[in-house]
């Protein structure tokens, strides 16, 4: 059975950074009082540490077996203003922790600090005498005598730690991050020394001194010795930022009346020998919490900016809230006014709502009857749906290769195909990231066979002659994707449009298992109860309910809004990249897309970093990014099925996804955050 640690502090930095850490070998909870959590608010009790009564009832339901103190006021110049605020957020707390681990016989760990010494000397160890200089080192080995004096079972821990910060600006990593980040010049000690540990190795030894009992004082610091100024240098490396932003100056150059210790470096030679732990370096512990940002460990207490994200408003919200108070929530009315809807908006006689895109496009080649006859010929830049869908029905799959400019197959890359001209062949163009492909020129070149549009990117979209992308002026049918990402969301879902009534009633009929309820289309047309219905045909469900369609319907009342502002984002991102030398846009720009991606084609060889290297770097600075797509052939599946020879036939295609690199382009995304983004590129590309 896990442990029990209550965390005090709950909604601060090292505290959210524990909570990540040791989450999976201790049952937490955390404290906060009138700071917001991050974190899922099941793990949080809300409490006023200077109230005993608050954290003794908190003690008493929690019944922790230890407590760990991360709650304080850190800031030494508001410690030095006020000095009552100071002493009860750093000493009487600990008092009131104190009486109750003694009374509940809960293990104390309280969390200190490097600042209690006078800085006269360097590496000091848990044996050297304290001279606290400020109000704020004074509170805080205050708080350390009382823990002696109350309690045998404690550890107090004396360290300076980083790491990624939910409160930004405020922690010193953090803002060393925010502000090269931003390109500002920032002035650093170099007179000023320390030996920091990141919060992941502070809770590594954490788990290692819970484990051995461990009883007393300790210090937790790295190996080195390092001055502010080369603390920051070092996180430019790693991070990719100028280092030419960082200013060089001392501290005893500054009139500043607020004493503080030159050097609070602590020795870590205890714990290396009593626990046998090797302390990785500063630069090693500053390179692993760079990875678990990219890995995603931080996204829930610090998010990034994501490649893509929906936008929900208040009329969205009520309208969904409105369909389960007042309305049935599946197979009703509101799925049919959301087909009409996006029926007039496309410009096609018909809609039919499902619950996926993939779904749909697997109903539109049940339709087409796919079977082992038939080639389908798509594009090899796609999610692999695209092909799945033809693949469940049994057709041969063989892949186009893609314009280098539009990123789309064209009647010419088809046609290159030596099968391309089979009556056989059915063909599904991509739109790609929004990119409208030439369906009137396939259309024309390929009179005998059906067509059907991959539009998952592409809502809201226009084709050239100004009709809008769905409309299927040159296609059976075009199928949409609403997932969050997409131009317009129902959470997940997608829809069929056509103008073709056999196969809208076919479609129809295809979502819902294949069952027909309407007698006239019965096999037996004897007399029946009106429970009656008949399964003509093999289908799955693939129903979209009314809740979605609620979603989608005011949705779309934004459409327009929505992909103007793509577009107006698109339009600033091509200004500024078309001035880089190491990379390029990765489609022609075109006023008719609905910008659902916005790609970079980087020659990674010639800058000399791997696309790898550049999304951890993005990641590491707020930024995410994503592939779209690794070509369908490449896919062990494929492999098997299709014997095309990638490096022959789909030179552009392995091409581009050797340089491809999609970037975020949403809605909401401001124009500050698309310039921060620019600017990083600049960091790390140019």
């Known amino acids: 059975m896990k442990k029990k640690i209550l965390i005090t502090g709950g909604a601060g930095f090292l505290s959210q950074n524990l909570f990540i850490y040791l989450k999976d070998y201790f049952k937490l909870y955390l404290t906060f009082n009138n700071s917001k959590p991050k974190i899922s608010k099941e793990f949080f009790v809300k409490c006023n540490l200077e109230n005993y009564l608050q954290i003794k009832k908190t003690v008493e339901i929690i019944k922790p077996d230890y407590i760990i103190n991360t709650a304080g006021l850190t800031d030494v110049e508001k410690c030095e203003l006020n000095k009552n605020k100071a002493y009860n957020q750093n000493v009487n707390i600990i008092v009131n922790l104190c009486n109750l681990c003694k009374k509940y016989n809960i293990k104390l ?22 001279f606290p200089l400020n109000r704020y080192a004074k509170t805080k080995f205050i708080a350390e005598k009382k823990i002696k004096k109350y ?96 200013k060089k100056i001392k501290y005893k150059d500054i009139n500043i009346k607020i004493k ?7 020795s870590n030679k205890f714990l290396k020998k009593k626990f046998k732990i090797k302390v990785p370096s500063i630069k090693n512990q500053l390179k692993k919490i760079f990875e678990q940002r990219f890995e995603g460990s931080f996204d829930t207490i610090n998010p990034i900016i994501q490649y893509g994200k929906h936008h929900i408003d208040n009329k969205d919200i009520q309208s969904v809230t409105n369909i389960m108070k007042n309305a049935p929530i599946a197979q009703s009315k509101e799925i049919e006014k959301f087909e009409n809807n996006i029926a007039n908006f496309v410009g096609a006689k018909y809609a039919v709502a499902v619950s996926s895109c993939s779904a749909g496009m697997h109903l539109a080649c049940k339709v087409l009857n796919l079977n082992n006859k038939n080639n389908l010929i798509t594009s090899p830049i796609s999610f692999v749906s695209t092909a799945n869908s033809a693949l469940h029905c049994g057709s041969k799959i063989s892949f186009a290769d893609i314009d280098k400019n539009t990123l789309n197959i064209t009647s010419q890359t088809i046609s290159n195909l030596t099968e391309g001209n089979s009556r056989n062949n059915v063909f599904l163009p991509v739109h790609f990231g929004g990119n409208p492909s030439n369906t009137k020129s396939i259309f024309n070149s390929f009179k005998r066979n059906k067509i059907i549009e991959d539009a998952a990117h592409s809502f809201g979209a226009k084709y050239d002659n100004g009709r809008m992308v769905g409309s299927c002026d040159y296609s059976d049918m075009t199928v949409f994707s609403f997932h969050p990402v997409k131009t317009i969301t129902t959470a997940e879902g997608g829809v069929i449009t056509t103008n073709n009534n056999d196969y809208y009633e076919k479609l129809r009929v295809l979502r819902s298992h294949g069952i027909v309820k309407d007698k006239k289309y019965f096999n037996n047309r004897k007399s029946h109860g009106p429970w009656y219905y008949e399964v003509s045909s093999l289908s799955n469900h693939y129903r979209i309910n009314d809740l979605q369609c609620a979603l989608g319907n005011s949705q779309l009342e934004k459409v327009e809004k929505f992909v103007n502002k793509r577009r107006k984002l698109a339009e600033f991102y091509f200004a500024e990249f078309s001035k880089f030398k190491n990379l390029r846009v990765g489609q022609k ?18 800058i000399k970093k791997t696309r790898t290297e550049i999304m951890k770097i993005l990641r590491a600075r707020g930024i995410g990014s994503q592939v779209h797509y690794i070509p369908i052939p490449m896919h062990p599946l494929y492999k098997k099925i299709n014997n095309q020879n990638i490096n022959k036939e789909l030179p552009n295609a392995l091409k581009y996804y050797k340089e491809a690199l999609s970037i975020p382009i949403f809605y909401d995304l401001s124009y500050n955050n698309q310039k921060n983004i620019i600017n990083i590129f600049k960091d790390i590309i140019e």
Do not use: C, Q
């Open 151 to 246: 309690l045998s079972n404690y550890i107090i821990i004396r360290s300076n730690f980083f790491g990624w910060d939910i409160n930004k600006s405020k922690k010193f990593f953090s803002w060393l991050i925010d502000n090269l980040n931003a390109k500002k010049n920032i002035k650093l000690y170099s007179d000023v020394f320390f030996t920091p540990v990141s919060s992941y190795f502070l809770s590594l030894v954490l788990k290692k001194l819970i484990k051995e009992d461990f009883k007393g004082l300790i210090n937790v610091s790295s190996n080195e010795r390092i001055s502010k100024y080369h603390f920051g240098i070092l996180i430019s490396k790693i991070f990719l930022f100028k280092k030419t932003l960082i």
């Open 109 to 130: 760990i309280h969390i200190s600090t490097d600042h209690i010494f006078d800085g006269k000397k360097s590496f000091y160890s848990e044996n050297d005498k304290a």
């Open 589 to 606: 720009f075109n006023e008719n897309s609905s910008y659902h991606l916005f790609i970079l084609r980087i020659d990674f060889n010639k």
């Open 260 to 266: 503080r210790p030159l050097d609070m470096s602590l």
